[in-house]
C-alpha cells in the first residue's frame, strides 16, 4: 500500500522516541519500541512473514502515541499501528482463547445498553463483599483485572435531548455521551451538559447515538469501527460542533477523515465530522468564559490522557480552565507523557504490563500531595483509581467537567473530598 510504504519511510530511526514509550521503558526491548516495531512493519511490507512473535510485538504497543509527539520527523506512527493492527487482525489466526476474550470484550463494551445490564448483577456482587482475586487470578488474569477496575455501579441518569443554554445563547453543540462514560460516569455527563448550558450553549444529546468505534479502531477491528462511526455521523449530522468529554472518543472521532479517505460515499461526511469535533476543554477554551467562578479550595493533580495530550495535542486548555478557578492550585504528575496503562482495553488485554504503569502512575500522582486528581477519560479514571487503591491510597478522581460544574455551582469541595 502507497500510504504505508510513505508513512514507513518518514522514519529515520534516530530513537527520540525511546523514552517516551511505556513498553520500552518496562522492558528496553527494541522491538518492544516504535523504532522496533516500524523495522518489523518494513519487514512485513517487503513480503516477510507474520510470526506469532511479530504479532506479540504489535499486541504489546498501548498506541498512546506519545512516540507521535516526540518525533522530530513527524512519523504518524499512530497511523501505521492501526493500519498494522487491522492486517493482524485479518491475517494472524489467533488461538481460540484469544478469539474468545476479544469477542466477550467487544460483545458488551461498545454497547451501553449491555453496560447497563450488568449494573444489577455488579450491584448484587459488591453487595456480597467477596475476596474472588486470588482464585480469578489463578483461572484468568483477565478477568481479575475485570473485577479489580470495575467501579460501584452508579445510578442511571437519563439526559433530556436537549439542554437550553443559560442566558444569551453563544453556540449549539452536539454532545456524545460515549459507553463506558455514560454507564460507568454519568455524573461526568450531567456536569458536561450543566457546563456547557451555564456557559451559554444550548446542548443536543442526540438520543440515538452509540459507540464512536474507538476501542474498535484502535484494536484493528476496522470494519466494525467503520459501522460505529457511521451511525456517529448520521446522529450529529445537524450539528455544527460536537463536544466530547472522552479523550479516546475525541481522538477517534478526529480521525474518522483518515478512515473514511478513499471512501467516495462517506469521505466528505466523515472529514466534516473531524473537523467540527472539539475535546470538552478545548471548545470551552476557544468559547471564553461567562459563568462566574466560585472558590475551591483544593490542590489538584492533572493527568494528560494519551489521546488528549499526544492524539489531539490539548495540553494547555485544561490547565488553564482549572488555573481560573479560583483557590485551586494545579500540581503537576512526573512523567506525564507515559501512558497510565489503560489504552482502551489494554489493560484487560494485558493486565500484567497494565499494572506495571498503572503502579508508576499512581506513585507519581501520590508524590504529588495533592487532595484530588483530574482526568479526562473513563480509562485513565478506572485504571488509575484501582493502581491507587492497591497502593491504600484513596485520591479521589474527577473529570475536568465535574471541576468546573461544583465551582460555578459554588457547591465546594466537600463533594470531592467524600470519594475518598
Not at 506479540?56 to 499501528?81: K, N, Q, W
Not at 450491584?123 to 482464585?135: H, I, M, T
Not at 474498535?216 to 455521523?233: K, M, Q
Not at 477519560?377 to 467537567?401: F, K, M, S
Request: hydrophobic fraction near 40%; charged fraction near 25%.
Amino acid at each position: 500500500m502507497e500510504e504505508f510504504r510513505e508513512l514507513l519511510d518518514d522514519c529515520v530511526h534516530c530513537g527520540f522516541c525511546l523514552p517516551t514509550c511505556p513498553t520500552y521503558v518496562l522492558w528496553g526491548e527494541e522491538m518492544d519500541s516504535p523504532r522496533g516495531r516500524i523495522h518489523l512493519m518494513d519487514q512485513l511490507e517487503r513480503g516477510g512473514p507474520l510470526t506469532a512473535s511479530t504479532v506479540e510485538h504489535f499486541d504489546r504497543c498501548l498506541g498512546c502515541m506519545a512516540c507521535v509527539t516526540a518525533c522530530p520527523s513527524g512519523v504518524r506512527y499512530d497511523r501505521l499501528i492501526e493500519m498494522t493492527r487491522a492486517r493482524v487482525e485479518d491475517d494472524h489466526p489467533r488461538s481460540r482463547g484469544e478469539r474468545l476474550l476479544r469477542e466477550a470484550i467487544f460483545a458488551v463494551f461498545p454497547y451501553p445498553r449491555r453496560l447497563r445490564a450488568l449494573r444489577g448483577p455488579l450491584r448484587a456482587y459488591r453487595r456480597l463483599n467477596l475476596d474472588l482475586a486470588p482464585l480469578l487470578e489463578r483461572l484468568s488474569p483477565t478477568l481479575a483485572a475485570m473485577e479489580r477496575l470495575t467501579p460501584p455501579p452508579a445510578r442511571h441518569v437519563r439526559l433530556p435531548e436537549r439542554v437550553a443554554a443559560r442566558g444569551e445563547r453563544r453556540a449549539v453543540v452536539g454532545m456524545l455521551t460515549g459507553c463506558v462514560q455514560r454507564e460507568f460516569f454519568p455524573g461526568v455527563n450531567s456536569a458536561t451538559a450543566r457546563v456547557l448550558a451555564m456557559e451559554g450553549c444550548d446542548v443536543v444529546i442526540p438520543k440515538g447515538q452509540g459507540c464512536c468505534g474507538a476501542l474498535s479502531l484502535h484494536t484493528g477491528r476496522d470494519e466494525e469501527a467503520r459501522a460505529f462511526a457511521r451511525a456517529t455521523i448520521e446522529a450529529f449530522a445537524d450539528v455544527d460542533v460536537v463536544v466530547v468529554n472522552a479523550a479516546g472518543c475525541g481522538s477517534a472521532m478526529k480521525d474518522y477523515g483518515a478512515v473514511f479517505a478513499g471512501d467516495q460515499e462517506w469521505a466528505g461526511r466523515a472529514a466534516e465530522l473531524s473537523a467540527k469535533t472539539r475535546d470538552l476543554a478545548e471548545f470551552l477554551a476557544e468559547l471564553g468564559p461567562r459563568a462566574t467562578r466560585h472558590p475551591l479550595e483544593l490542590a489538584v493533580a492533572y493527568h494528560d490522557a494519551c489521546h488528549l495530550a499526544h492524539a489531539q495535542g490539548v495540553r494547555a486548555q485544561p490547565r488553564r480552565l482549572l488555573g481560573g478557578i479560583p483557590g485551586l492550585e494545579v500540581r503537576e504528575v512526573a512523567d506525564p507523557e507515559i501512558c497510565c496503562g489503560s489504552a482502551g482495553v489494554y489493560n484487560l488485554l494485558r493486565p500484567e504490563a497494565a499494572g506495571e504503569l498503572g503502579e508508576r502512575k499512581a506513585r507519581n500522582v501520590t508524590a504529588t500531595g495533592a487532595d484530588l486528581l483530574v482526568a479526562a477519560n473513563p480509562g485513565c479514571t478506572l485504571q488509575i483509581t484501582t493502581a491507587l487503591h492497591r497502593r491504600g491510597e484513596h485520591i479521589p478522581v474527577a473529570h475536568t467537567a465535574e471541576v468546573l460544574d461544583a465551582s460555578i455551582r459554588g457547591i465546594g469541595k466537600e463533594s470531592f473530598i467524600s470519594r475518598r
